[in-house]
């Protein structure tokens, strides 16, 4: 059984009303967390390429990561989550890990389950929520992955039309 239903998260995964890249994000987290990302990405087989600026590099450890010099491009990992949806992650700070996705490519039950189960599988590697805000109103997250429900929920309504 699917975590969210298409048809009653539609309006969140809307580019016209939310802005196209949401911010996805797991709060107070760590550089140890960062590396079980990683580990996390190499165990899945996900496709992925971590770059820094116009440099393809082999994924080093997440410290070396989120340790590059002042002013230096931060350092970015895409994963591929199937071949038509793909997360960015951004190496900003160890104390949250961030990414975005592009709605555009989550459209359908089908891609929606994709991306539940991906938030999922971090989630539960971590231990910790996986939230989704809007595109820029960070902090105000429309579902996310629950710890204590083991699953992806809705953490918002959408207005009624």
């Known amino acids: 059984m699917p975590d969210l239903l298409w048809d009653d998260v539609a309006y969140f995964f809307d580019p016209d009303l939310m802005g196209s890249l949401p911010d996805v994000r797991v709060p107070e987290a760590s550089v140890e967390d960062w590396q079980a990302l990683l580990d996390l990405v190499g165990e899945r087989g996900w496709q992925f390429q971590y770059s820094e600026g116009e440099t393809v590099l082999p994924v080093p450890r997440a410290d070396a990561a989120l340790s590059g010099p002042a002013g230096a491009e ?80 809705l953490l918002a309504e959408p207005p009624v039309t």
């Not at 199937?82 to 900003?92: D, G, K, W």
């Not at 991906?118 to 989630?123: H, V």
């Open 74 to 153: 931060l350092p970015e990992l895409r994963v591929w989550l199937s071949a038509e949806v793909l997360a960015i992650f951004r190496f900003h700070s160890a104390e949250e890990i961030d990414f975005d996705v592009d709605l555009r490519e989550l459209q359908g039950q089908e891609r929606l389950d994709t991306f539940c189960r991906f938030l999922r599988d971090i989630g539960q590697r971590l231990g910790k929520p996986v939230l989704m805000d809007p595109e820029g109103d960070h902090g105000h997250p429309v579902l996310g992955f629950d710890v204590e429900a083991d699953r992806v929920v």
